[in-house]
């Protein structure tokens, strides 16, 4: 016997609800006093009354468009008889103005991991080489394999060898003002705590992004050969140096100083560290309308469990909040934080106008596919993944998170380039909720992948770490899902592996570079 039909609204006063059943609902099937008009695909939208054109559509409690054209109750709202509306100005916003209850520290939770000299804590144990310029890519991949192949089944206790490659570094106007994204972008992942601060550097020699410029805490201003400090972290190597006579040199050179460091990550043991030391990532991607249902509103139960257990927590992709910014004003933990978004929200604005685009460009075939109309209601789902707790920091693109506890990190939407900011910014954890269904992964950082829906979890059971979507199929509750992500962090950051680093799955880091290419 097929399950009963359901419709599931996220507030009062909203005029729409989505379908919750899979395969969706067909012509005839009458829920919630309403008799369907046509059939209507899983999350997508049924109106709950008579709507005329010109009307408001509600949904999360918040205007999501009007109607272009009359729909009857029961019928399919989407993208083709819903406008979307202005976006929120960035003058008379709520400052500051939310209260907030002292929340209860959750103590005692612990995982296993790497402490680092700076304090901060790696959840894996990664030796890592970074480029200053896409020139060398193809010299440091072959380094690479030869390093994982031949070196690292001696070095049992690291868990692995990346290369940082990126498209940067020559070619562009380096020292325009856009330019500095890139550039500190680079930096800063080579800083990540699963790195124990031991990346190594290979240069071309010629570029514009030289070694001193990208690190000049390692180099000595005053010194000709213009060499790394010897501080035992970082060191390297530049192709075009006279001593090599020939490719076989250059790898020699890369394979040898490579040895020095995987010696000295093998000695790295994991520890019992507090739960205050995670930092976690949140993106969502190949999203639908039940993301922000499922997925996201346990996400962000789980996110204001870590911030209570004194961890941090961050969460981006500034046209997928920009719709929401009031709602995050008033959220900030001072009048300065508000600013902060503010200035972030309005230079990202500045950006897309420079390209003629807006925040419309945003939403995918995909996302409307899977029920969202346009970015209005998608913002609405993706800000529930932040949860409830105030936001007490603010991360420019490219920065390194300095507090802890909620931080809008600001980067695009785009999965990659979000990712690799985040990973700029500190993540040792990463958690990616999905409800078309992607296999994105990160070589860098163990990525927690989330479906909001139990019919993805079940088709990618090798994919999906986490099924959401048992809110709908098991009667599972947003609480007791929220608690299972946690859990899931302390398993992870401990060493377990998700179904990405199983499955050796990996995306190339992609860089935000708002700076003209020469």
């Known amino acids: 016997m097929p399950p009963p039909a359901r419709l599931i609204r996220i507030d009062p006063s909203d ?72 976006p929120p ?46 020139c060398v890519s193809g010299v440091v991949g072959h380094a690479v394999e030869r390093v994982r192949r031949e070196m690292l089944p001696s070095f049992p206790n690291v868990d692995g060898v990346v290369a940082l490659d990126h498209t940067y570094g020559c070619g562009v106007a380096i020292d325009a003002p856009g330019a500095v994204v890139p550039i500190r972008t680079v930096r800063n992942i080579a800083r990540n705590p699963n790195f124990a601060d031991s990346t190594m550097v290979v240069s071309l020699g010629c ?28 060191s390297l190597v530049t192709l075009q140096d006279e001593t090599h006579i020939g490719f076989e040199a250059m790898i020699a050179s890369i394979l040898e100083t490579a040895e020095r460091h995987l010696e000295q990550l093998n000695r790295r043991q994991r520890e019992t560290c507090p739960a205050s030391d995670l930092v976690v990532g949140l993106q969502c991607g190949g999203s639908d309308a039940l993301s922000g249902v499922t997925a996201n509103p346990a996400l962000g139960f789980a996110a204001d469990l870590v911030v209570r257990a004194g961890g941090t927590v961050m969460f981006s992709e500034v046209t997928e909040v920009r719709d929401g910014i009031d709602q995050l004003t008033a959220r900030a933990a001072s009048p ?32 409307k596919k899977g029920g969202l109309s346009n970015i ?22 490219g920065e390194r998170a300095r507090s802890n506890g909620l931080l809008f990190t600001a980067t695009p939407a785009s999965d990659f380039i979000c990712g690799t900011l985040q990973l700029a910014a500190g993540m040792n954890v990463h958690v990616f909720t999905t409800g078309r269904g992607t296999p994105y992964g990160l070589a860098e950082v163990p990525v927690i992948k989330v479906a ?23 009667g599972e509750t947003i609480e007791t899902m929220g608690w299972l992500m946690f859990e899931k962090f302390l398993k992870v950051a401990s060493g377990e592996k ?10 190339q880091l992609a860089l935000f570079n708002p700076g003209p290419v020469t």
């Open 376 to 397: 209005v209601e998608k913002a609405m789902g993706s800000i529930i993944k932040s949860g409830s707790m105030p936001i007490s920091g603010v991360v420019p693109p």
């Open 207 to 234: 570029e514009k992004m030289q070694p001193s410029r990208l690190f000049p805490e390692l180099f000595d201003d005053g010194a000709e050969d213009q060499s790394p400090r010897a501080n035992g972290h970082a």
């Open 336 to 367: 300065e934080i508000a600013n902060e978004l503010i200035r972030e929200m309005d230079w990202y604005d500045r950006y897309l106008a420079c390209g003629e685009a807006d925040r419309a460009a945003n939403t995918t075939p995909g996302n």
């Open 452 to 474: 909001t829906r139990s019919d993805l979890a079940r088709r990618w059971h090798d994919l999906m770490d986490v099924d959401a979507g048992q809110i709908i199929s098991a």
């Open 89 to 134: 100005l960035l003058q008379g916003l709520p400052i500051a103005t939310r209260l907030f209850e002292e929340a209860v520290p959750l103590e005692g939770y612990t995982f296993q991991g790497y402490r680092n000299a700076d304090g901060g804590v790696g959840t894996r144990n990664i030796f890592a080489v970074t480029n200053t310029v896409q």
């Open 15 to 86: 005029n729409v609800a989505v379908v919750a059943n899979d395969g969706g609902l067909y012509q005839g099937a009458e829920v919630d006093g309403v008799t369907l008009q046509s059939h209507v695909p899983q999350a997508h939208k049924v109106a709950l009354t008579a709507l005329a054109a010109g009307d408001t559509v509600r949904r999360y409690g918040v205007v999501i468009g009007q109607t272009t054209e009359g729909v009857p109750a029961g019928g399919w709202v989407n993208e083709a008889n819903l406008k979307m509306p202005a």
């Open 498 to 507: 998700t179904c990405a680093e199983q499955l050796g799955l990996a995306n």
